[in-house]
């Protein structure tokens, strides 16, 4: 884990939280209007987030967590095994193409 967080921008990382809110949110049976409306958010920077083009601030990872009724380490915990999974798997198929 800890190689997997070495880098400030880690795009496995990025995609996993983006993966993981636009999934949580939409299991909450919530649009990204009422999910940034709960946590004090702009709707256009809940869309950037879920399509990978912002990253949360701490601050922002605990106002949507709370939002979806959620505690913030739960969304960064699926998100970080999402992005160990897309890491594990792109290692096995660079090992394939040797």
Do not use: W
């Not at 990025?14 to 649009?31: H, N, P, S, V, Y």
């Amino acid at each position: 884990m800890i190689a997997l967080m070495a880098r400030a921008r880690n795009e496995a990382v990025i995609d996993a939280f983006a993966r993981t809110l636009k999934e949580t949110r939409q299991k909450r049976g919530m649009t990204q209007e009422e999910l940034a409306s709960h946590a004090f958010l702009d709707r256009t920077f809940i869309g950037l987030l879920e399509s990978g083009r912002r990253q949360p601030t701490l601050s922002v990872i605990c106002a949507i967590a709370y939002a979806l009724h959620e505690k913030p380490s739960q969304l960064v915990d699926k998100a970080v095994k999402l992005a160990e999974m897309a890491n594990l798997s792109e290692g096995e198929n660079s090992k394939n193409d040797k």
